[in-house]
């Protein structure tokens, strides 16, 4: 879209300077501009064969409805428009601009909106020399590798016949059992030669109660009721028994290294590789340590007011974040929230504490750049590019501009320089001194 001339285009500052409010009327011409790329991208994208604006209009009705596609245009001519405002009054943003019109936009006929720009907070630093830390220490004790080597003899147990011949609590059962709850096969608690955990808290105790004191090759009929979500439940079971069994840990000696993880020889060697791996973890925790450590020192030297939009904005970004790795994994916030018994209200104070920590570290990184004269030079950003996606990574320094693309990543290779530069003269103190 060529350069807009706008009716108007007058920018005020709002709530003492955090706010930028610009009034806008963009011309019936530079409107009409925006309508026509709008159904040109759309013919092109939906595979429209050419045809006039009418044409294409009316297709796209009918392809995804009048409602949605009268949407999308606005949105698209709001944005077009939003962006040249943007870029013509020159204010240095930091989030999204937040855009409000009254009337859809008319092919023709001057169109007047509003926009809401967040200006770059002004923020500086009590001083830009080197900080003092006391990163955490993790020092890997012989108690930790014999706690490792136990949780591999755990790992290795194995089912063996126990040296009693009833069945106690705590042991383990080879058995038939043949359940119902009010007539019906409860499968997950049914099977032959099923290996039963006779534990209280895995099994109902009437039937740990009901299958005490059983031996091998007694047969016996159970019946218990148990409170359910409507009322009480009968249960009938048949149980054979086949064995008590014991669960029994390895020994991890020198034989048995050899046989079950001979790519470490002995004891000696397996106990070498876990100092290693152990090592290698508090190295982690170590650095992980010393990275916070240096962005909060550095936090604590930010001076200036930043906007509550931004803090906002922090907020809902980690929610998201955190929302699309619980569903990675699987999971839901109910869950989370249940498996830490958090309530919802401490959860919602806690990722805005954790967000306005690390968007006020952000800005002190941004500073001391600004401060130190850390550049960004072609070769920084053809580096930083290769992280990027594949179809990104393949535009052009100003492609990546028009997108809006670009001055984020710049930013990100400022802060990367400013903590690496943190990290390299950071004073490191003992602790406690």
């Not at 003492?16 to 530079?30: I, K, L, N, P």
């Not at 043949?178 to 039963?196: E, N, T």
């Amino acid at each position: 879209m060529e350069t807009v001339k706008f009716v108007r285009l007058e920018a005020e500052p709002k709530d003492r300077g955090q706010r930028v409010e610009v009034d806008v009327v963009a011309s019936g011409a530079d409107v009409a501009a925006a309508i026509s790329e709008f159904y040109r991208l759309m013919a092109r994208v939906r595979g429209i064969d050419d045809a006039d604006e009418g044409q294409v209009r009316e297709r796209l009705d009918e392809l995804v409805g009048a409602d949605v596609a009268c949407e999308a245009l606005r949105d698209f001519v709001l944005n077009r428009l939003t962006t040249a405002a943007v870029r013509q009054v020159d204010v240095d943003t930091v989030l999204a601009p937040g855009v409000h019109a009254e009337e859809d936009p008319v092919a023709g006929e001057d169109f007047a909106f509003t926009v809401n720009l967040i200006p770059r907070p002004v923020v500086s630093l009590t001083s830009v020399e080197p900080v003092h830390v006391s990163p955490a220490t993790v020092a890997v004790e012989e108690a930790d590798i014999d706690e490792q080597l136990a949780y591999t003899a755990r790992q290795f147990a194995a089912l063996v016949p126990a040296d009693h011949a009833d069945v106690r609590e705590g042991d383990f059962a080879l058995m038939d059992v043949d359940l119902l709850r009010d007539g019906k096969a409860v499968k997950d608690l049914s099977g032959l030669r099923r290996v039963v955990e006779v534990r209280r808290g895995l099994l109902p105790d009437a039937f740990i109660d009901g299958v005490a004191g059983m031996e091998a090759g007694d047969i016996r009929k159970l019946a218990f009721t148990l409170e359910g979500l409507d009322g009480p439940e009968e249960y009938k079971a048949d149980v054979c028994l086949w064995e008590v069994q014991a669960r029994r840990e390895p020994v991890i000696d020198d034989a048995w290294v050899a046989e079950n993880l001979p790519q470490f020889g002995d004891v000696a060697g397996f106990r070498a590789y876990v100092r290693a791996d152990l090592e290698g973890q508090a190295a982690r925790v170590e650095q992980q340590d010393l990275v916070y450590q240096v962005r909060a020192a550095l936090e604590r030297r930010l001076e200036g007011t930043i906007p509550d939009e931004m803090y906002q904005d922090a907020k809902d970004s980690l929610m998201a974040s955190t929302m699309r790795k619980l569903d990675a994994e699987g999971s839901s916030l109910d869950k989370y929230l249940a498996e830490h018994d958090m309530a919802q209200d401490a959860f919602n104070m806690n990722v805005f504490m954790q967000a306005s920590e690390l968007l006020r570290q952000n800005l002190a990184l941004d500073a001391l750049a600004r401060a130190r004269g850390m550049g960004v030079t072609p070769n920084d950003i053809a580096r930083a590019k290769q992280a990027l996606p594949p179809a990104a990574a393949a535009l052009t320094d100003d492609e990546l501009a028009e997108r809006g693309m670009l001055a984020p990543l710049i930013e990100r290779i400022r802060r990367e320089k400013a903590l690496a530069w943190l990290l390299e003269t950071a004073v490191v103190e003992e602790a406690g001194r």
